[in-house]
């Protein structure tokens, strides 16, 4: 504890161009040692500011992390987990080998250590979640979502789906693969014509509008990102899609009566404290047979988001435990009808985004510059080997109120229509 | 609270002949209402012992609760959950009218009211519900399942299922639908021929024949029920099934490794407090790409089950929320891939078994006695009351462990065979 705390007091020194000499001094080199041992003992090396190469792991590492200078070292072993995103996205750290090898191999080596517990620690001394209180919220929000509309277009699909997609067939394409997602969280709902659904947290809109297209329900959908409302309206109107209200408000605010509610992708920003105020909003609109569908990044056991991910790319998100999503449903006794875990479904999605932000790299960084494109590199990648290493789950839950008894005998119906007969077309 | 303390010290003088007068008293005629309203006011009324009907509802009631003596009426303001119940099998009480729909309307009309918190009160100062230490698991058991195969055969399938059933129609026969629901957990499991898998309260082997026999691989089935394991045994030998071994011990003593791990209807009898424990003996048991399989009776919001059930029939039960659950899963970072509330097939089985056990209850009578009879009728007619209501529910969790990637992309799979292609024959 002493020594983290002295390092963490060298710190306004770094970062700074100083002239320090080249040499690497014995507890520089064990605190290099220390990062990997914190990490799992990964198959990787750090490479020093003089060329030194520092492994814990036998045979030949799958990437090298180069450290370019000094500050750098200091800086990692106080919160990895922050630091390296930043250092990685300005250039301070270079990595040789696949990126995303390198987040695999550490993601893989860093679950059922010491080490977790360790950075987990750190993770709480050096960083404080933001708030999602009614004026947080707006800020948080627009910090990722107003980024750019042009910017999403060149990655996401054509429906602008920046959720985890469903591939019934994992050779399915994403086009084909987000509207199977929209299209099974309509399934879940069961929506009947005429019905009235409340969106809380929609995106740039595509699955209200295939709602109202293709079911004849008449939607109501919220977002407080001002980019992505004005999105979405232009799109209902051009499609002509007219029984689709986008409304930019909080979801705090919604009025009126629903027969069903859904969700996909809002939790992770709501915070875990507005839980029980979720329920009761969900309480408030749904009529005695509404049903509603919760669609989110999970996780199996409680912990903050990756620290850096939560500082620079989603600020005050935190992706719930199953436990913690009852703060929602218990206290008005709705009922948890099916729960799905569709994690390797995120996976594949991220490896498409990925595949594609790659194809536009220079697009990218004309917009932004070079540490945008880099830090959104790392972003996917982590969150890629997040999945895939079962660090992050993505939960479907499905509920009612506890007194419903309209409900369908099993799930069979949500698997009439799958199998390979999704197009690329929208249904 | 000075009230209901001076009631409870005059009860060691009810129950006994006394020769009290028929006279009813203004405070007694108080304490019939206080009843009603304590139960939210369910359109039925109490017969008090002069004749007298007390009812606080409007219009005719869809029952009368008949109280021969004035003792019923101490008791049941004491405890009604409790003492209703032991009225009612010695004939302390009469219903006239449908008992089904007497207790139906109890338990809407008790839904969220301010009676449920109090008759909650009442229980936890009224009743302690058993442990279930390994000492203290074997007795509990041995009360409820140990009475008698051949009562349970009379109304049982043929697979003797003490479970809840699968419908995936609902005019399926109970024979269909046990073995659907047998069929089912294993799809969910996706049991592949020569994998090993280890069944904790196996009942009477029905799923363990089943899994070896159609499935082709080898179990080892634990249960503490003595009469249960030599049926199970019996059975399979003159089946000619040979690759089950069931086993008398507790499943805190399984040892083995495991590609599978089940539990159908034994979560009830483990206790919150041994959950964690359960978590250990999974990760033991378990390999790494190992399944897993829970079912069993739950509740929307955390409660203690009706308290005349868990003295009088199940002693020691108590149905778990989803995040009570948790405790098993989190600790060893289980991954919950698939939860489904199957609530309204339980209904379903237990419309069956009352059916036939009220088909055979001359028969049960000479097995037992008249108040056998009753109260065995009350607990299934209640318990098709609680899950008609919402008041339990019914979940099915399948998990694995957090770092397996080796997952089914969809739940397709488990709805291929599906769809009323079952026959009463076993597949």
Known sequence: MKKTRAVALDIPNIGTHHPASQQVFAWERWLAHQILVLLGRPPVSLVLWNGE???????????????????????????????????????????????????????HSSRSTEGAAVRHWQSRIFTRPRSNGLGDSSGNIHHHYDLSNDFYALWLDREMQYTCAYFPTPAMTLEAAQIAKIDLVCRKLQLRPGERVVEVGCGWGGLARHMARRYGVHVRSYNISHEQILYARARARSEGVDNVAYIEDDYRNITGQ????????????VGVEHYRGLGEVMHRALTPEGRGLIHTIGRNRSAPLNAWIERRIFPGARPPTLREMMDIFEPREFSVLDVENLRLHYAKTLEHWLARFDQHTSAVESMFDRNFVRAWRLYLAGSLAAFNSGTLQLFQVVFTRGTNNRLPWSRAHLYQSEGGGHSDQPL
Request: proline letters at 3%; zero cysteines.
């Open 258 to 269: 629903y027969d069903a509610f859904v969700s996909v992708g809002m939790l992770e920003h």
């Open 53 to 107: 190469e520092i492994a814990v792991a036998q045979g030949k590492p799958v990437a090298r992390i180069v450290l370019r200078r000094r500050a750098a070292l200091y800086r990692l072993i106080t919160h990895p987990d922050l630091h390296f995103g930043d250092l990685y996205s300005t250039g301070g750290i270079e990595v040789e080998g696949e990126l995303g090898e390198l987040l695999d191999s550490v993601y």
